[in-house]
């Protein structure tokens, strides 16, 4: 943990009347489930083509995009 991130989820527990482990473990959930979610993206998107960043930027300044 950083330096004095400790003392703020001893604090954030005490005002809360969760446990530190709760904290923890409902941080470390979400961040699994936002892992989840971005995996579950990327395997929607596998079979789209790749685009090139040069033909995109073309693409965007003919549309008058950027």
Do not use: H, I, Y
Not at 51 to 62: A, G
Request: charge should be negative; charged fraction near 35%.
């Amino acid at each position: 943990m950083q330096e004095g991130c400790a003392a703020d989820v001893a604090t954030k527990a005490a005002s809360t009347d969760l446990s530190v482990s709760d904290l923890v473990n409902a941080a470390v959930r979400a961040s699994l489930t936002e892992d989840a979610d971005d995996l579950a993206s990327f395997e929607a998107r596998q079979r789209e083509p790749s685009l090139r960043f040069e033909d995109v930027l073309k693409d965007l300044k003919r549309r008058v995009k950027l």
